[in-house]
Nanobody
Framework: QVQLVESGGGLVQAGGSLRLSCAAS????????MGWYRQAPGKQREWVAGVTGGRNPNYADSVKGRFTISRDNVKNTISLQMNSLKPEDTAVYYC?????????WGQGTQVTVSS
């Protein structure tokens, strides 16, 4: 059983920064892709950033240059450093992990960016 627990969301003004963290427990390894998704009110969930052990991270165009994903394979955690936040970044952010053709999700953490 894999569990993902996010933390670090909150309210921030436009231009500010937040750091999200996700702690994974269970049988998860560095080769398993992990990443962040977000879902804004009334919109579909969208991919934000992803990282697989030994490979360069990838980012959605909307966050490239502002967000940085990092992974600690020893602690089984991933983080998302979000800088230069915009009101359109407001969403519930979810951590995800792909293991044996199954996608596991965290419970989500709210990020609200005020203008």
């Amino acid at each position: 059983q894999v569990q993902l627990v996010e933390s670090g969301g909150g309210l921030v003004q436009a231009g500010g920064s937040l750091r999200l963290s996700c702690a994974a427990s269970g049988r998860i390894f560095s080769i398993n892709p992990m990443g962040w998704y977000r879902q804004a009110p009334g919109k579909q969930r969208e991919w934000v950033a992803g990282v697989t052990g030994g490979r360069n991270p990838n980012y959605a165009d909307s966050v490239k240059g502002r967000f940085t994903i990092s992974r600690d394979n020893v602690k089984n955690t991933i983080s998302l450093q979000m800088n230069s936040l915009k009101p359109e970044d407001t969403a519930v952010y979810y951590c995800a992990a792909d293991i044996r053709n199954m996608r596991y999700w965290g419970q989500g953490t709210q990020v609200t960016v005020s203008s």
